[in-house]
């Protein structure tokens, strides 16, 4: 057998239904972080060519759980090659005490936006988000390449810097930050009058629309809040106390003349 053939170039399988970018937000800083962690490796033609095999749907199977992401990518055996990114995950406790002491940072993340200052928060504390150098993480293939990561890895690592640019929870979850997932209630509920108080218990009806202030540009002839405060009250009314028949809620002035 000739040198030449032994070097033969391989090429990937084709695979049918593999998962490939969905595009999405890629200017979200959280997704040029971790590209700029994989272009900092200096991993010159290796990552293009990951990045080819993320684009070409290589990647036939991925999972993200605490500490680990798991994967199958499609190569040139007839086997997928199997392999895992691995990194320590982070003091959760130490991550909800922060998330706790400022709740908007936890409302920004249910909203999947992942907020500069959280990131900026956590590493004063030494709970690095982002891993800093090729070292933070330990790659495992299956393949035959020696170098790590090697390309399927790299088209594992990109597929996932879109994944969290859609849904930074994914990269949450990856560092041991798991948010508790619930499913909705969708029984009809009906609130008594009790529970109506208590969403609104000011005996003021008044109170809300006073925080309106002035209204610009209110072209009625009477005043605006006055109007308001009499429509409020009467559906406040209605809502505390539902009458045995249907209330009447129009204005005197828009009922039928007889």
């Not at 490939?20 to 490796?41: F, L, S």
């Not at 594992?156 to 969290?164: G, Q």
């Not at 309106?212 to 009467?234: M, N, S």
């Amino acid at each position: 057998m000739s040198k030449k053939h032994d070097y033969a170039p391989r090429f990937a399988r084709t695979v049918r239904g593999g998962l490939r970018p969905q595009g999405g937000n890629r200017d979200v800083w959280w997704r040029k972080r971790w590209i700029t962690w994989m272009e900092d490796m200096h991993l010159g033609p290796r990552l293009g060519r990951g990045r080819s095999y993320a684009q070409l749907g290589q990647v036939c199977k991925m999972e993200v759980a605490p500490g680990i992401i798991s994967a199958e990518v499609q190569g040139a055996d007839v086997t997928p090659y199997t392999l895992s990114a691995e990194m320590p995950v982070l003091d959760a406790h130490q991550v909800w005490d922060i998330l706790h002491d400022t709740p908007i940072y936890t409302a920004q993340v249910a909203a999947r936006f992942l907020p500069l200052a959280l990131c900026e928060r956590l590493s004063q504390h030494g709970l690095h988000l982002f891993p800093e150098k090729r070292q933070d993480m330990v790659f495992r293939c299956s393949c035959k390449d020696w170098s790590r990561p090697c390309k399927h890895l790299l088209a594992v690592l990109c597929l996932f810097a879109d994944a969290i640019a859609s849904d930074p929870l994914l990269l949450l979850r990856f560092r041991g930050i798991v948010f508790p997932e619930t499913e909705p209630d969708l029984t009809p509920q009906v609130l008594t009058p009790e529970a109506i108080l208590r969403l609104h218990p000011s005996p003021d009806t008044a109170s809300v629309p006073r925080r309106l202030g002035t209204l610009p540009y209110w072209r009625g002839t009477e005043e605006f809040r006055k109007t308001l405060e009499v429509a409020y009250h009467r559906a406040h009314l209605r809502a505390v106390t539902p009458p045995e028949t249907p209330l009447d809620l129009r204005f005197a002035e828009d009922m039928p003349s007889e």
